[in-house]
């Protein structure tokens, strides 16, 4: 049973930092990619960024390009997001999410991530 788990979330000033983690447990083949969504109450999940598992190719949504940075180490099945300068429109529940194949996908269940004064 393989399992995502993400932790890090809290609450934060604006202008501030978080780090969030998400880890895989139980047998889990090597990942093509890990990436990292959210989902704003009222609104769609969205992609945030997004890492190759072996090259370390990136890609960011526009919204948090300059903010955030995606990293991961491979070998534990691990994947970061490094969030600075965190804005209030930035609140949301962050999902991690590891593609395996075109037929295989993995979610974790989310952390709160409020940004608030």
Known sequence: ??????????????GGSLRLSCAA??????????????QAPGKQRELVARITASVGRTNYADSVKGRFTISRDSGENTVYLHMNSLKPEDT??????????????YWGKGTLVTVSS
């Open 1 to 14: 049973q393989v399992q995502l788990v993400e932790s890090g979330g809290g609450l934060v000033q604006p």
């Open 25 to 38: 447990s139980g047998t889990i083949f090597s990942p093509y990619s890990m990436g990292w969504y959210r």
């Open 92 to 105: 949301a529940v962050y999902y991690c999410n590891f593609i395996i194949n075109a037929n295989m996908a």
